[in-house]
């Protein structure tokens, strides 16, 4: 399941991408617009910040903008940011140990093809596709 904080990541991104790409956007507008809590919004902002997928200025003038253009965020990328990966069971977790039923699993194969579509349907959506609903 997809988490709030992550749908909201995403809400944050799509608003900031439908801003001007040379002004930063106050949180207070961000949080008005998206009907987010300025505390909880300030905790997102923050991640991304620090995944440099946003730029942050503090002060007058200040507020947040996106690094790089619309077309070059990929929804899996801001999802797995706040999430972890996009995986439906433990054994198919990036770096898990690898189980001991595995060449028994009759079950793996499944979990592994499920993943694979839920992580190459998000990796090949990006912020741009979602604003012009192309996906």
Known sequence: MISTKARYALRVMLDL???????????????QRQ??????????????????????VRGKGGGYMLT??????????????TDGPL??????MPGA????????CITLPLWQKYDTMVHDFFFHITLKDLLEGNY
């Open 17 to 31: 991408a439908q801003q001007p790409s040379d002004q930063y956007i106050p949180l207070k507008a961000i949080a």
């Open 35 to 56: 009907q987010i809590s300025e505390k909880y919004l300030e905790i997102i902002l923050k991640n991304l910040v620090k995944a440099q997928f946003l730029k942050g």
């Open 68 to 81: 790089k253009k619309p077309e070059e965020y990929l929804i899996g990328e801001i999802i797995e940011l």
């Open 87 to 92: 995986v439906s069971v433990a054994c198919n």
């Open 97 to 104: 140990e690898e189980c001991q039923r595995k060449d028994q």
